[in-house]
């Protein structure tokens, strides 16, 4: 399967428009704020460049890790045609690195989520000035 960019774009719509519609976001914008029940924040971030015509997309877009644990997230970056960018290494970061951290591997195309604390966080996977974002939830063992 051959996936474009515009292929991508018409993805990214429809969940935006289905964040738009649990409430995740307002329609004017391509990122919204969602509180959490403990009151944390989870921004919500789309992946087109226009401008590039590149896209990124980490995978998997939504997890929850209990303290301790970690699982393995990656991102693959397409260009205007749909051809992956074989030798892009995106730059990869937590926003709460209290709660969960991350550590680029050895293929500088995936990174190993740990859970640190419970709460909300973002890995941010970055290209080219295009963004896509892993939602991680991290809950107490007990």
């Known amino acids: 399967m051959h ?10 719509l429809a969940l935006m428009m289905g964040a738009i519609a649990m409430g995740a ?9 969602n509180a ?3 009151g944390a924040a989870a921004k919500l971030q789309f992946a087109i460049d226009n401008s590039s015509n590149t896209a990124i ?9 209990h303290v301790g644990s970690g699982m393995t997230a990656s991102a693959t970056v397409v260009d205007a045609n749909g051809n ?6 995106p730059t990869f970061y937590s926003t709460s690195p209290n709660i969960a ?12 989520v740990e859970a640190r604390a419970p709460g909300l ?12 974002t892993l939602i991680v939830t991290a809950t107490s063992n007990e």
């Open 25 to 33: 976001c307002d329609s004017a914008s391509t990122t919204g704020t």
């Open 84 to 89: 992956l960018v074989t030798d892009a290494r």
């Open 57 to 65: 997309m980490i995978n998997p877009h939504l997890v929850t890790l």
């Open 121 to 132: 966080t973002g890995i941010v996977a970055t290209y080219g000035g295009v963004v896509d």
């Open 3 to 12: 996936t474009t960019v515009k292929q991508i774009q018409r993805t990214t």
């Open 36 to 38: 959490s029940p403990a």
């Open 101 to 112: 951290t991350v550590e680029v591997l050895s293929d500088g195309k995936s990174a190993r």
